[in-house]
C-alpha cells in the first residue's frame, strides 16, 4: 500500500475474475474503493484491464453479497451467526454419515475457487475428511479433456504447453474466444495487444469457429466449422503432415515416443473424408496444415469450444499432435512450458521423469464414469442424488459453484437438490444453487483477502511471481474461507463444531511437514512459526521452489517476503518460457507420450461416427467481456446496456423459420424425458455459421428463493435449461455443452 494523498491509500491486487489476472490499481478513500484501474508497473499484466475488473468495487459493495451465515428455517433463509451454523451442521450431518457411509456425502467446487488461494489449497482436506468417492467440479464443464490429453502426453495434469505467442509467426486459435474471454488455460492479459503486435512484426493470426467473434474478425484468416467436428479437422491436418511429408519433430525428437502409431491412427482421417463433417472444404484443411508445416514458428491453442464436446479428448491431444509433428513443441515461438515459482507438480520429485496420470482408480454408482484427476464428472450428480440405493448421495457441499445454472440440465439437478437430507453451501450469493441449502457460509470480499494464484502461473504466458495483500479488513468475526473449510472438516471427523481452526491447521501443518521434509520438519516449522493457513503454505512452496531459497541454502532465492515486498512494483518477472523438455516430464517412460493407447482407441469410435448425419440447427454458447458465467449479472457496471443473453441466428435461418430481429423465439432440444424449451430473443447476425445458433450460458435468474434484485430484474434464459446432462466425453467426463441439435421457432408477441 501507497499513500497518494493525506485521504487515499493505493493498493495493488491481482483481479480474481478471470484467468488473465491482471494487475489493479485501486484507490481507497474512507473504507471507500474510489477508482480501479490497470497497474501499469505490473510486469505481468503492464496496466491491461478489463470492464470485469472495474466491478470489484460494485461486488465488494453490492447489498446482496452475503456477509453473515444463512439458516434455512421453515423454508426460508435467515441471518445467523457463525456459531448457529456451524452448529446446525454438527447436529445434522454426523448422524447423516453414521447411518449412511462416507459415499452418502458429495462436494462440489466451481470455478471462483480456482482464483481463491485459500479454496485451492483446503478444499482437498474436507473432500479427504468427508472420505467420499462423489467429488465433483466445474472441470468437467471446461478443460477436464486438455487436462487428461496433457497428463497423458507430459505426465501430469498441469503440464499444459502454452502458445510463445511474443515470438511465433503463426498462432492457429481454435475453439477460443480471448477477445471476451480474455484467455483460457493460458494466461495473457491483453490478447489483443499482442495479437496485434504479432500481426504488425509480419506474423498470422487465424481463428477456427463456428462464429465470427471478436477475435476472429481481428484475425488474418478466419473458418467457419460445424460444431463438434474439431477431432476430425484436426486429425486430417496430422494426416496431411504425414501424408505430404511434412513432419518434423524439431530438438524433442529423442524424447517422442509414438508418432508412427499416430500415422496409423489418423490414416482413415483424410481432408476428403472429413471435409462434409467439418463444413469446410478438403483444400482449406490442408491448407492450414501446410502453413503450420511452413512457418517457422508456430503455436495451435485451442480452448472450451474443442473441450466441451463428445470427442474432447481427443481434440485436446491432436492440438498438440501437431505443435509437435510441425516442430513447435518445446520451442521459442512454438508451444513452451511455464515453470512456475510455487506449487507446480512440473517442478516437484524427479526431474523428467515420474508416475504419469491414470483414470478410473473408482467409478460413478449410476453411470460407471471413471474418475478423472480424483473427480467423477459434474454431470452425475443429479443421478447420484436421485437414484436410491447404497450410496446414494443424501448430503451435498458445494463451494463456489451455481450448476443450477452452469451446468446442463439444470432444472433436474434443482429438483434433485430439493431432495437431499442436507446441503450446505459456500457461497457468497444466496442463488440458483444456494437457494436449496440448509446452511450458506459466505466467504470474504476478495478485497478482504490475501491472494496469490496457485494455478495460473502454471499456464502464464511469461514466468512471475505477484502477491496481492488484502485490502480491507474483513467484517468482525468473519472467518477466511480456508478456516471454515477447517472447521467442516472437524466437524465431519467427529472433532467437534467448537474445535479451533488454527489449532488444526497446526497440527496438520506438523503432519505434512514431517511427510515432506522429514529430518527437517522441525527447522521449517520453526522457520515458518509466525504464518498460517494459505499464507504458510505459499511461503514453503515459494522458497522450496524452482527459484526459491531453499530454506537459506540459496540467499538469493525466493521467500513469501521477497514477493510481498514487490507488490508495489508490480510483482516479480521470472522471464520469458524456457524450452523444459526433458526436464518437465513427468510420464512413466520419461518421454513424451504421443500416442497414448486411450485416446488411439477413442480415435476409432470417432472414425466410426464420421458419417454421421448432420442435425440442420445446433445450439453452441458464448461470452461478452461483460459477463462472467452465473455470477456476475448482479453488478450494476456489468448488468447495465444492452441485452447480452440473446439467440444469434444466421439470416438465413431466420428466413428459413421465420424469425425476426428482436422478437421472442421459443428454443426447443429433444430428451429421452420429453422436449425441454427456453425462450429468448432473436438476434439475426451475419456472424454465425448458417445452421448454428449461439445462445449464452449463466442467465436464468428468474428462480424462486434467489436474492439476486437486479439480475432478476432482466433474467435471460438458461442454455443449460436445453442442454442433456447424459451427453459427455467418455475419457474425461467432460460435459457436452455445444452442438446440440435444436428446434426453433418464433412465439406471438404479446
Ligand atoms: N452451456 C454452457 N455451460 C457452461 C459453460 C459454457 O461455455 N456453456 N462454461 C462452463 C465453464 S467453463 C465453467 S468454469 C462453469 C462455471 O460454473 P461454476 O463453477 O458453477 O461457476 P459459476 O456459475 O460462475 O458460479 C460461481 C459461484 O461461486 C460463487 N462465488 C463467487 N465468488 C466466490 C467466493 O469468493 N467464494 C465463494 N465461496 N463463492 C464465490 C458465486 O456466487 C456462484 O455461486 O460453467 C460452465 N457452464
Ligand atoms: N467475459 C467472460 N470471460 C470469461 C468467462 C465468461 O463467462 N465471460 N468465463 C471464463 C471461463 S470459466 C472460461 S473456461 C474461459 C473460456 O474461454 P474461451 O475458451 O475463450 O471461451 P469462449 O469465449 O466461450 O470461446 C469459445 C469459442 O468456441 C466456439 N465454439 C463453440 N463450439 C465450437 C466447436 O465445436 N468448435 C470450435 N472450433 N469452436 C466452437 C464459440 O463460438 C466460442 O467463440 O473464459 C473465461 N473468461
Ligand atoms: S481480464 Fe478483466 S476480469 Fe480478467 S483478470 Fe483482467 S481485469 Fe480481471
Ligand atoms: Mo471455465
Known sequence: MTTSSPTDTIHHRICPLCEACCGLEIKVRDQQVVS???????????????????????????????????????????????????????????PL???????????????????????????????????????????????????????????????????DITRTDLLLVIGANPLASNGSMWTVPDFKGKAKALQARGGQLVVIDPRRTETAVMADAHHFIRPGADVFLLAAMVNTLFAEKLVTLGHVVEWVNGADDVQKAVAPFTADAVAARCGMDADSIRNLARQLAAAPRAAVYARIGTCTQEYGSLASWLVDVLNTLTGNLDKAGGVLFAKSAAFASNTAGKPGIGKGVTTGRHHARVSGAPEVYGELPMTCIAEEIENEGEDQVRALFTVATNPVLSSPNGPRLSKALDTLDFMVSLDIYLNETTRHADVILP???????????????????????????????????????????????????????????????????????????????????????????????LEVALRTGPYGDQFGRKPDGLTLAKVMASNAAGGIDLGELQPRIPEVLRTPSGKVELAPPMLLQDLERAAQSLSAPAPDLVIIGRRDVRSNNSWMHNLPILAKGP??????????????????DGALAQIETASKQGPRSVQAHVQISEEMMPGVVSLPHGWGHDLQGAKLTLAAQRPGANLNALLDDQLRDPLSGNAVLGGVAITMRALATA
Open 36 to 94: 480501479i484501474r490497470g497497474h501499469d508497473a505490473d510486469v505481468f499484466s503492464a496496466g491491461y484491464i478489463c470492464p470485469k475488473g472495474v466491478a470489484l468495487k460494485d461486488l465488494h459493495e453490492d447489498p446482496d453479497r452475503l456477509r453473515t451465515p444463512l439458516i434455512k428455517r421453515n423454508g426460508v433463509h435467515v441471518p445467523a451467526t457463525w456459531e448457529e451454523a456451524f452448529a446446525e451442521i454438527e447436529r445434522r450431518l454426523p
Open 97 to 163: 454419515i453414521a447411518a449412511h457411509g462416507r459415499n452418502a456425502t458429495g462436494i462440489v467446487v466451481g470455478n471462483p475457487s480456482a482464483h481463491k488461494i485459500g479454496l485451492l489449497t483446503y478444499f482437498g482436506k474436507l473432500a479427504r475428511a468427508l472420505g467420499t468417492k462423489n467429488v465433483f467440479s466445474a472441470s468437467t464443464l471446461d478443460q477436464m479433456p486438455k487436462q487428461l490429453a496433457s497428463g497423458l502426453l507430459f505426465g501430469h495434469w498441469l503440464s499444459i504447453a502454452l502458445p
Open 443 to 537: 466467504g470474504r470480499s476478495p478485497l478482504e483477502e490475501m491472494h496469490y494464484d496457485v494455478a495460473f502461473p502454471q499456464l502464464s504466458w511469461r514466468n512471475h511471481a505477484r502477491y496481492s495483500p488484502a485490502v480491507f479488513a474483513a467484517p468482525e468475526g468473519q472467518p477466511e474461507e480456508w478456516q471454515t473449510i477447517m472447521k467442516l472438516a472437524a466437524i465431519v471427523q467427529g472433532k467437534g463444531a467448537q474445535a479451533d481452526a488454527n489449532a488444526l491447521d497446526d497440527a496438520q501443518f506438523a503432519e505434512d511437514a514431517q511427510r515432506m521434509f522429514g529430518e527437517h520438519a522441525n527447522a521449517v516449522i520453526a522457520a515458518t512459526k509466525n504464518l498460517r493457513g494459505p499464507s504458510r503454505g
Open 643 to 660: 441485452m447480452r443473453c440473446t439467440a444469434l441466428v444466421h439470416p438465413q435461418d431466420a428466413a428459413r423459420l421465420q424469425l425476426k
